[in-house]
Nanobody, 123 residues
């Protein structure tokens, strides 16, 4: 069983930055692929970024356009999402997820999910 707890969300003005964190339980964290997804009201949950156990990264280029960076600290069992140049369209609940086998852009490939953290960007 893997438990994921997100933090770092909040209210920020357009153009600002936030760093989300996701703390994971489990001693095999360094072998997991980790992903960030987001869901805005009335919309499907969409892929944002993912990082493999050897730090290969994937991004939703259409949405994040080089503004977001995913990283991980295996010593702390934590994955991060640094979000810069935030736009009102980035407003959503952000979820982290763990895939025990491989990196993926597909939400159905992920085995465990956190409860989410709200990010609100005002114009």
């Amino acid at each position: 069983q893997v438990q994921l707890v997100e933090s770092g969300g909040g209210l920020v003005q357009a153009g600002g930055s936030l760093r989300l964190s996701c703390a994971a339980s489990g001693r095999d964290f360094s072998t997991y692929a980790m992903g960030w997804f987001r869901q805005a009201p009335g919309k499907e949950r969409e892929f944002v970024a993912a990082i493999s156990w050897i730090a290969v990264t994937l991004y939703n280029a259409d949405s994040v356009k080089g503004r977001f960076t995913i990283s991980r600290d295996n010593a702390k069992n934590t994955v991060y999402l640094q979000m810069n140049s935030l736009e009102p369209e980035d407003t959503a609940v952000y979820y982290c997820a763990a895939n025990l086998l491989y990196i993926s852009r597909t939400k159905n490939d992920y085995d465990y999910w956190g409860q989410g953290t709200q990010v609100t960007v005002s114009s």
